[in-house]
């Protein structure tokens, strides 16, 4: 099969350009998308709580192609888009995107590529592990308390990880209930969370 996916990042935006361009891309190769994966989320979310992996990475089988408009489309992250690829190539998925005209499939570049990925994911994650270890070590050697003081409220908070993103969508006139929609958050929850971080 092949699968076309697109995601944008809001409900405001407008999925029909990146269809546009899939559709045009598979006529002039001479394909035909048999299902699109379509989604209006955050690439900051992982993908197992979007269709990315609820759906693609779920139901592709070995020897599927996804087309997709840039790589960029499957996570925020480097070491997320990373993981995705990984997967995909280790199933014998193939992967082609328009823009950046990568053509990730079955060919030992492709296995090389998988097998990179993979070091590249397992390193980034032993060196946030040890950036993590050292900071708490170095706090420590200099006297400060590490952890929550006793008695005292977290700093720290589900929404935590997406202020800077929260202050921005609001700044940009966006609503508070789409913004929770799209974090997977009751409209209550975002908007004494926006208090927090807007007044702390």
């Not at 492709?110 to 070590?137: D, H, N, P």
């Not at 589900?158 to 966006?174: M, T, W």
Request: positive net charge; contains cysteine.
């Amino acid at each position: 099969m092949v699968y076309g996916y697109i995601r944008v990042s809001t409900i405001h935006q407008n999925l029909e350009n990146q269809q546009l361009e899939i559709e045009k891309f598979a006529w002039q190769n001479g394909l035909h998308i048999d299902k699109w994966v379509e989604e209006k989320i955050s690439g900051i979310k992982k993908p197992e709580y979007r269709k990315l992996g609820k759906e693609l990475m779920s139901q592709c089988k070995e020897g599927d192609l996804i087309i997709c408009t840039e790589i960029s489309r499957f996570g925020r992250s480097l070491i997320m888009i990373m993981n995705v690829l990984q997967y995909f190539l280790e199933n014998d998925i193939k992967v082609w995107t328009i823009k950046d005209n990568y053509r990730l499939g079955d060919d030992i570049q492709s296995k090389v590529l998988a097998f990179a990925f993979g070091l590249s994911a397992e390193i980034e994650r032993q060196l946030i592990s040890e950036r993590t270890k050292q900071g708490i070590q170095r706090a420590r050697h200099e006297g400060k308390h590490v952890g929550r003081k006793l008695g005292r409220k977290s700093d720290f908070y589900k929404l935590s990880p997406f202020d800077d993103y929260i202050k921005h969508e609001i700044l940009l006139g966006r609503s508070k209930r789409s913004i929770a929609e799209e974090l997977g958050v009751a409209w209550g929850t975002l908007n004494k969370h926006l208090g927090r971080i807007l007044f702390k």
